[in-house]
């Protein structure tokens, strides 16, 4: 017996020492981007062979080994991380992002590539740098975050359009637009919103998209084919993730604030102002002419003196229009999303809710959305994903949105005579307004309504089935279906309402786009060295568009406000359009040991839209690299950690035209001899093709010190031939112009970009990135060896040599360079404006030959910088856009800088206080003078020539971001796995001197809505 418990005590003592010899700890991996557990992280000891992977809940438990004391902790895409064991049993471990791995994956057009073997020239923009911003969609989200991508704003409309140009303006009369692709749909980005701008990209929730790919030179792009012409954008959304369900809430409150007020006259110094103009005009009673002009003139005006005038006019009332107009809005943002799934199945649902006031009410933009992604795995060879988004928006939109509409208050804000009171004394609205705006616009936007609601499906089905282990066949067929409904009413109350007994509109535009893509990948590896892979495929894609709109007049009173109260049907109308393209196209990559790299692409591409001689076209394009860190005077460099040469060329197309402008067309022409009749609305022109652009791109991708700095060069020259343009014809043959290819565009320059982490040290971490473009446009030829013609606006000219100018809108022609008479300032000794003339002398009536070039509305300079700042939970972001050489005409601005010589219009303060009162005084703005012709006509309008150009130059901080990320343990104990708070400003500054209201904008810039500048504070709770 004693035996035996010697026995089992040495065997308990022996056990005792082993375990000695063994620790077992635990912990938990979470990712420091989202909060939420990493499963399938790998947990080693170091120096051992010892290790586990954490589980779908990124949980670990491992026995550790006597001697050992430290666990590595990796896992892709993040930075590898030691930890020391110590007396500690249980680890939470937060794993950073490695925003230097080279085997970031890139998504290159119907695949994916890593970042190493990209060829062309692409851009990278993750969905975080945009999370969060109070921005209705991310195009214009887009501005100064990649090289060689210029984004304005239209206006400053919640929801509104956007103007995207990639590598400059390409084509004069088709479209400039990017071709956008959310999940392999193809977007159609036209706005056919009528009432307001409804920009068709709103759709989706920025916060849903995990990563966009702007492919931005030909031979990236030309795998797409006809619609590439102008660069692709890829949307990649947030799709579900393997692991236990995780949840995340997002909100964000603010406000919406103008970001400047027109400095502009009070009511007795316009009186002033107007008499003082009338005393220059020689005019007998300018203190009685004045206040004519202002409607307060007294019926008995010849009975009282001239002191009696002058005390009238300067006694008047003084009302701010701007700020009862203008003002401060609500922003608000909502979402939800769920992730998770097993090794068969994951899924993505998200739901969210945005609402945004403009600076002038009641415009405002409210979407709803909801998106749903799930991809399961039905057994080895097949994977069936499908991606829906569905998303309903409103915009209330009573009055028009642009332009110089007397009841637009963005246009009359500004311009009405500021004696008028908006009020009366009992609180109703004054509607005895003097001047030439003679409505009170600010009735007229209480009174009047509208609305327009857009409903959107964007959704798609991908098959993707394993033929053998090197070949994949993907099918998807995908919509991209829109609803747009809209409703105006015009009070019978306002002045544009009266004279009808009211009118109400109403329109409905449906469009539907169809896609299906079918392609065939191959890959495969010789001696380990040869790497080879191809694609082939596939598409169709059929569009199809139709609406209605009527209106009717004659309403019993103003609460009756739909059409089908209306007496009298004032109009009503309905049309059909649509097109259809079919492409093939295949792709080839080869590298050699992944040093030398060589891409062929080819796509044949048939539309609808052109000539049947010349329906089809052919786009080719080559790429090639050298990988250079992998050879051997570089693989051991700790110095180089990145450095690659590329070289592209590549074809694409255009056809961003009218479905019908290839073929002759009758129309109905109503009533003809009491019948129905038809007569020719178009020319058909058979050989219509293909507008084709041209690309040769040359880069360099660089790295160093581990990548701490990293970025790219490249230098691209992009010619644009066979130009879709409006060629003149005789008038004989019954029209005045036909579609044809000619013509050449030019744009060429160099874009930079650059990423540092300049600190990283005591978990305080400071990151800057930096872009930089420079873009020459040109034109190289137009038709019938002419050097110049009309441009798109007044003023402007398409000539040889000259840039094109970036067109507002999408299908609207480009606006040409300004040619204008140079304007030099006013004599000293009279006070008339004068100009130069083409021999360099001074002159009052410049004339046609007398214009020169003074640059266009396309900025030639742009790009971004931000910084990045983190420190134990805390972030900092400031992010900087800037453009530089833009010359613009502002139609607001040039409204109140004629100083009141156009009757019944206010004027800016700055302008009046600089105009010309006395013999021998030096300035720029004319004397003010009440005439209506003779040869001082040029001083009534002041702004001829180059006197109404503006330099658009500006730099702002386009985003300040304050966060604080609150500690694990503390999220933990709260039951969640993450939770961060956040301050955010937009627009908060900007350095510019430009006298507007704001120097970015697209058009006109008359009666346009400026941008606003914006203050959230929000919350992310993860759980």
């Known amino acids: 017996m004693r035996k035996v418990l010697l026995l089992g005590l040495v065997l308990l003592m022996a056990a005792a020492t082993a375990f000695a010899q063994e620790r077992r700890v635990t912990g938990t991996v979470t990712s420091a981007e989202d909060g939420y557990p990493i499963p399938g992280a790998s947990v080693v000891v170091r120096g051992t062979t010892v290790g586990t992977a954490t589980d779908l809940d990124g949980n670990f438990s491992l026995s550790v080994p006597q001697g050992n004391n430290v666990l590595v902790v990796s896992f892709i895409g993040n930075v590898s991380q030691e930890v020391t064991i110590g007396n500690r049993t249980n680890f939470e471990i937060v794993m950073q992002p490695d925003i230097t791995s080279l085997s970031e994956v890139i998504v290159t057009g119907y695949g994916t590539q890593q970042k190493r073997e990209v060829t062309g020239a692409v851009s990278s923009v993750k969905g975080e740098l945009i999370e969060n911003l109070p921005m209705q ?12 991508v210029q984004v304005r704003s239209a206006n400053g409309l919640p929801g509104g359009a956007v103007n995207i140009r990639i590598r400059g303006v390409g084509s004069i009369n088709a479209g400039n637009e990017p071709l956008y692709i959310v999940d392999g749909v193809q977007m159609n980005s036209q706005d056919n919103a009528s009432m307001t701008q409804a920009n068709p990209l709103a759709f989706l929730n920025p916060n849903d998209i995990e990563s966009m790919e702007i492919l931005k030179d030909a ?34 409150t603010g406000v919406t604030q103008p970001m400047k007020y027109l400095d502009v006259l009070n009511g007795p110094e316009w009186y002033e102002m107007r008499r003082d103009a009338f005393i220059n005009s020689g005019n007998a009673s300018p203190e009685a002419n004045a206040l004519n002009g202002m409607g307060i003139l007294p019926t008995n005006w010849q009975s009282l003196s001239r002191e009696d005038l002058e005390a009238l006019g300067q006694g008047v009332g003084s009302y701010d229009w701007q700020r009862e107009l203008m003002g401060q809005g609500r922003l608000q943002n909502y979402e939800l999303s769920a992730t ?53 928006v409103s915009q209330t939109n009573p009055f028009s949105v642009d332009g110089s509409f007397l009841g ?171 097109y259809r393209r079919v492409g093939g196209f295949g792709s080839v990559n080869y590298d050699y040991n992944k040093k030398y790299l060589l891409t062929l692409t080819a796509r044949y591409d048939g539309s609808s839209r052109f000539g049947a001689n010349r329906q089809y076209g052919l786009f080719p394009s080559i790429r090639g690299g050298w990988y250079l860190k992998e050879e051997n005077f570089l693989r051991e460099s700790s110095t180089v950690s990145d450095l690659k040469i590329r070289a592209s060329w590549g074809r694409t197309g255009n056809d961003q035209i009218g479905n019908f402008d290839a073929r002759g067309l009758y129309q109905g022409a109503g009533n003809y001899s009491g019948s129905a009749g038809i007569r020719p609305s178009s020319l058909g022109n058979l050989n219509l093709g293909w507008e084709t652009n041209e690309t040769i791109n040359l880069g360099i991708d660089y790295g160093f010190f581990n990548n701490r700095v990293n970025g790219s060069v490249d230098l691209f020259d992009r010619r644009t031939k066979d130009l879709l343009l409006n060629q003149p014809i005789l008038w004989t043959n019954g029209f005045n112009a036909i579609a044809n290819n000619v013509g050449e565009l030019r744009n060429r320059g160099i874009e930079f970009e650059i990423s540092t982490v300049n600190v990283d040290r005591g978990g305080f971490r400071w990151n800057t990135s930096f872009n930089f473009t420079y873009i020459k446009n040109e034109i190289v030829s137009l038709f019938d060896g002419l050097e110049f013609i009309q441009g798109g606006t007044a003023g402007t000219q398409l000539a040889v040599g000259q840039p094109v100018g970036n067109p507002a809108f999408p299908g609207s022609q480009a606006p040409g360079a300004h040619f204008v008479a140079e304007y030099v300032g006013v004599n000293p000794a009279t006070g008339r404006p004068m100009w130069l003339d083409a021999e360099g002398n001074r002159t009052y009536l410049p004339i046609a030959a007398d214009r020169r070039y003074f640059g266009s509305n396309l900025a030639p300079y742009y790009g971004g910088l931000n910084n990045t700042f983190s420190f134990k939970g805390f972030e900092l972001t400031a992010f900087f856009t800037y453009e530089y050489g833009a010359v613009v005409t502002d139609g607001q601005y ?101 006298p507007g209201y704001d120097p970015e904008f697209v058009g006109a810039g008359t009666g346009q809505l400026p941008m606003t500048r914006n203050f959230i504070m929000g919350v992310q709770l993860g759980f």
Not at 137 to 148: E, T
Not at 971 to 988: E, F, I, K, P, W
């Open 894 to 994: 040039g409204f109140l800088r004629e100083n009141g010589t156009r009757l019944g219009l206010n004027a800016l303060r700055e302008v009046n206080d600089r105009s010309w009162r006395e013999p021998g005084q030096m300035t720029d703005i004319p004397r003010n003078l009440a005439l209506n012709g003779g040869n001082e006509v040029r001083s009534q309008g002041r702004n001829f020539g180059s006197a109404s150009l503006l330099n658009a130059d500006f730099v702002r901080l386009a985003q300040l971001m304050v966060a604080y990320n609150l500690p694990t343990q503390t999220v933990r104990r709260l039951g969640l796995n993450r939770a961060r708070v956040y301050a955010q400003g937009v627009n908060l500054w900007t350095y510019a001197d430009y």
């Open 408 to 578: 637009n208050p963005a246009f009359s804000a500004s311009m009405i005579l500021p004696h008028n009171a908006i009020r009366n004394e009992d609180g109703s609205y004054n509607t005895s307004i003097g001047g030439v705006l003679g409505q009170n616009v600010a009735l007229v936007n209480d009174y009047n309504s509208g609305l327009t609601r857009t409903n959107t499906l964007v959704g798609n089905v991908v098959a993707s089935y394993k033929v053998s282990d090197n070949v994949t066949w993907r099918s998807l067929a995908g919509i991209n279906y829109r609803t747009i409904q809209g409703e105006r009413f015009t009070d019978p109350r306002t002045p544009d309402g009266a004279g009808v007994q009211g009118r109400a509109s109403q329109m409905t535009d449906f469009r539907t786009n169809f896609i299906t893509t079918h392609t065939l990948n191959w890959n495969k590896t010789y001696a380990n060295v040869h790497n080879v892979s191809a694609i082939g495929g596939f598409e169709f894609v059929n569009e199809s568009r139709e609406g209605f709109s009527g209106a009717g007049i004659g309403f019993p009173t103003f609460q009756f406000r739909t059409i089908q109260s209306a007496a009298t049907p004032e109009s009503i109308t309905g049309f059909w359009t649509g």
């Open 219 to 252: 031979a990236s792009a030309a795998i797409y084919g006809s619609q590439a012409a102008n660069g692709v954008v890829i949307i990649t959304t947030k799709k579900g993730k393997q692991g236990k369900a995780r949840f995340e809430f997002n909100a964000f």
């Open 340 to 392: 998770g799934g097993d090794k068969q199945t994951q899924f993505f649902v998200s739901g969210s809710y945005n609402y945004q006031e403009s600076t002038f009410q009641p415009v405002d933009f409210e979407r709803g959305t909801f998106r749903a992604s799930l991809k399961h795995q039905a057994n080895e060879r097949l994977s069936i994903e499908t991606n829906v988004n569905l998303a309903t």
């Open 137 to 148: 969609s991310f195009d214009r989200a887009l501005q100064g975050r990649a090289s060689g």
